[in-house]
Every structure is written in structure tokens, then in C-alpha cells.
């Protein structure tokens, strides 16, 4: 319509950037130690005349919106605590011989404030399970 008002003064076109395949770049984000940064550093590599970083992660993250709307949980105070062992592990070392042994991170967190309550193990037996439910409510003050 603009051109046709005023052919004139036609803006010039501006060639559109290479867009990445948003929903590769979600599926990505769900592989271990992926993140945006580390997505934006190989998009960069083969479009350096593509987005910026700041654009790159408003642009996915609007597309994420859109793709996957997020479901809303509300949890009453102090209803509920949800429980697990996190995927990934810590190494802790034993001071006396230096050696690394991987360990499961027990994790608590209550749904309504998202307060949160983690600890390390030498493994995922019952006792390490008991004894860490046991030591959370102590720290968040409920009682057995």
C-alpha cells in the first residue's frame, strides 16, 4: 500500500536473517548441559549475519510460548512436597585418598513457594531415601 501511495519513496528491502528451525532447537534444549548460549554459539557459526543473542533467545522463547503453553499448577501452602532424586550427579571427594565418587542429589521442594530442601548420597538405597525424607522435614520445621 505504501509503495503504491508513494512509489518514490519505496523503502528499500531489507533481506530477512536465517531464521533457526525453532523446533530443533527445543528438542536440543532437552539434551544434557544444552543451553541457549551454547545453541546461539552454533547457529552463529554457520549465519554470522543471523540473529544476536539477545534476539535469538526473545525469538525462541516466543515460539516456545505458542508451541507448548504451559500448564498452571496452583498448590496450597504447605499441601504438598514433591520428592526425588535429581538426574544428574556431584562428585564428592573423599579427603583422605582424593577419589571422586559420583552422588545422587536428593531433592525436596513444596509446591507452593517452591522453597526447597537437597541433599547428597552415596546412593539411592531405602535408608539414604528414609533418612533424607527424616532430615527434610526437620529443615522445613515439620514434625514426625
Not at 519513496?9 to 534444549?29: G, I, M, N, T, Y
Not at 556431584?90 to 531433592?107: K, R, S
Request: proline residues 10%; contains cysteine; hydrophobic residues 40%.
Amino acid at each position: 500500500m505504501f509503495q503504491q501511495l508513494f512509489p518514490e519513496r519505496s523503502p528499500a528491502r531489507v533481506p530477512s536473517k536465517p531464521f533457526p528451525d525453532w523446533s530443533q532447537v527445543h528438542a536440543e534444549l532437552h539434551q544434557p548441559n544444552v543451553t541457549l548460549k551454547l545453541l546461539w554459539t552454533e547457529y552463529q557459526a554457520s549465519h554470522p549475519e543471523g540473529l544476536q543473542y539477545s534476539q535469538f533467545c526473545e525469538r525462541y522463547r516466543r515460539w516456545a510460548a505458542t508451541a507448548n503453553p504451559p500448564m498452571r499448577l496452583v498448590h496450597k501452602a504447605g499441601e504438598k512436597l514433591f520428592v526425588d532424586y535429581a538426574g544428574e550427579t556431584v562428585p564428592v571427594v573423599d579427603p583422605q585418598t582424593g577419589e571422586a565418587t559420583p552422588a545422587p542429589v536428593f531433592v525436596a521442594v513444596l509446591g507452593a513457594s517452591g522453597y526447597t530442601y537437597a541433599e547428597a548420597h552415596l546412593s539411592q538405597t531405602p535408608e539414604h531415601w528414609i533418612g533424607a525424607h527424616v532430615r527434610t522435614f526437620s529443615f522445613l520445621g515439620g514434625f514426625l
